[in-house]
């Protein structure tokens, strides 16, 4: 088992739609990244949290440390939020420098 | 917003060359910098740890003579592939980490592709 799960793993919405991607890990952790992977490659982060909710635009990401999961909303969905979205926890135990991935969720809207 | 710069961001080689990729932080001091490594459809792979004037902390794996990391400044950490072959092509990331905050930026990736 990984230790951080996304999912779904592919994602298609029609635009405006409601999305939720969502990210489970099984160990403790300082901190959750949220990142985003267009077609090209570049990685853009979106958010680091290591509790409660964090809102940028029509980005919404919250986390529930007692659960150990997270999850990253988008509101009004665009095709250009089309993309990659990967979840990755930063453990307190072992090298703290480190990032885990999770596998990325696959995100298409569509018009 | 911070940034992190990569350059080349594609390059093709022939099999035996050396090809060296940089990664800046632009408007932000780096005390640790790291190399990912990622193939096509899969998650990103941590290849090597770098912190400002110190050695590179490599992962199993990783041939520390084959990928070289020079972190010479606070902005500034280099990946040498040396002698580089056809398995080595691949998609090269390097991401960097603030000092104040521990938020963690991504460079656009360096595509190697070796004949």
């Known amino acids: 088992k990984n230790e951080v799960e996304q999912s779904p793993q592919n994602l298609t919405a029609q635009e405006g739609e409601f999305i939720t991607i969502n990210c489970s890990y099984s160990?403790?952790?300082?901190?959750l990244h949220w990142l985003q992977q267009h077609p090209g490659g570049g990685i853009v982060s979106l958010f680091m949290?290591?509790?409660g909710k964090k809102k940028h635009g029509r980005l919404i990401a919250t986390i529930n440390i007692q659960e150990k999961h997270s999850s990253l909303h988008i509101t009004a969905s665009h095709p250009r939020d089309s993309a990659v979205y990967i979840c990755?926890?930063?453990?307190?135990?072992?090298?703290?420098?480190?990032?885990?991935f999770g596998t990325g969720t696959r995100l298409q809207v569509t018009l | 917003g911070a940034v992190v710069s990569q350059h080349p961001s594609r390059v093709i080689c022939k099999s035996g060359t050396s090809v060296k990729i940089e990664c800046r932080s632009l408007?932000?001091?780096?005390?640790?910098m790291f190399w990912y490594r990622q193939f096509p459809k899969q998650s990103l792979m941590l290849m090597a740890t770098?912190?400002?004037?110190?050695?590179?902390?490599?992962e199993q794996g990783v041939e520390k003579d084959k990928f070289l990391i020079n972190h010479a400044s606070l902005t500034l950490s280099t990946l040498t592939v040396t002698s580089a072959h056809p398995e080595d092509s691949s998609f090269y990331i390097c991401?960097?980490?603030?000092?104040?905050?521990?938020?963690?930026?991504f460079g656009p990736g360096t595509r190697l592709t070796v004949l």
């Open positions: 991401s960097a980490r603030d000092l104040a905050g521990g938020m963690q930026f």
């Open positions: 160990v403790g952790i300082s901190a």
């Open positions: 949290l290591s509790s």
């Open positions: 990755a926890v930063r453990s307190l135990t072992g090298t703290a420098s480190k990032l885990t």
């Open positions: 408007d932000f001091q780096a005390t640790t």
């Open positions: 770098s912190n400002e004037g110190s050695k590179a902390t490599y």
